[in-house]
């Protein structure tokens, strides 16, 4: 059973393309994430969501828009792709409770990979 | 906003010697820590944590510490192995919605 999965694994397209990335977890958490993790292995936040609801948006262009349809799914889809967007984009999950966090669980990530 | 400082961003150990991951945060309400391990081309898992009420946890090889006056805390890792290299993160989180993670250490231990 996979906690974070998210697909695909890997993709590589061509710059001005349109992609999307699926985050689904089965872990029952009220909080997910997307992190942009580059080739200095940088891990990034981009976007975090609660109860299907945007919280964070962390000055991403907004080519990239993400989309929450119910608290277990967050999907990222990107415009106009750049090759500056190349990097592991790993989708992510945790608990809050009030003021507590926990830990996050990580998908598995997606290379992205433009030319 | 919160920023988390680490150090060093390289670390290199003979096997059996003990490792230590630094890092600073900034914003004094952040209240939880947790340390991520990546191994090549896998996903960060979390290796242990420790939140603001409490100094110090340890869990078989992996200590951490935590000092709130000085926003410090650090990683320690006794008896290293081979299987320990992989690439360390700090975060920290106030009890929001975003873990800032720090920029990572890439962890080398020789047999």
Redesign the interface.
């Known amino acids: 059973d996979t906690a974070v999965s998210q697909t695909p694994k890997y993709l590589v397209t061509q710059m001005g393309n349109d992609k999307s990335i699926k985050c689904e977890q089965n872990l029952g958490h009220d909080t997910m994430y997307w992190y942009k993790q580059d080739s200095k292995k940088f891990l990034k936040i981009m976007f975090s969501y609660n109860n299907k609801e945007l919280i964070i948006n962390e000055t991403v262009p907004n080519r990239f828009s993400p989309k929450s349809p119910d608290k277990a799914h967050l999907n990222l889809h990107i415009n106009s792709l750049e090759l500056g967007d190349s990097a592991v984009y790993f989708c992510a999950s945790s608990h809050n409770s009030g003021q507590m966090n926990t830990e996050a669980f990580f998908g598995q990530g997606t290379r992205l990979t433009v030319v | 906003g919160e920023n988390v400082e680490q150090h060093p961003s390289t670390l290199s150990v003979q096997e059996g010697d003990s490792a230590v991951i630094k890092c600073t945060y900034s914003d004094s309400a952040s209240?939880?820590f947790?340390w991520y391990k990546?191994e090549l081309g896998?996903?960060?898992?979390?290796i242990i944590?420790i939140r603001s009420n409490v100094g110090e946890k340890k869990d078989q090889r992996i200590a951490v510490t935590l000092n709130k006056t000085a926003k410090h805390f650090s990683l320690h890792i006794t008896e290293t192995q081979p299987e320990d290299s992989a690439?360390y993160?700090c975060a920290a989180?106030t009890?929001?919605?975003?873990?800032?993670?720090g920029?990572?250490t890439?962890l080398f231990v020789k047999a």
């Open positions: 209240n939880y947790p990546q896998k996903r960060p898992q979390l944590d690439v993160f989180n009890g929001g919605f975003k873990t800032i993670f920029a990572g890439r």
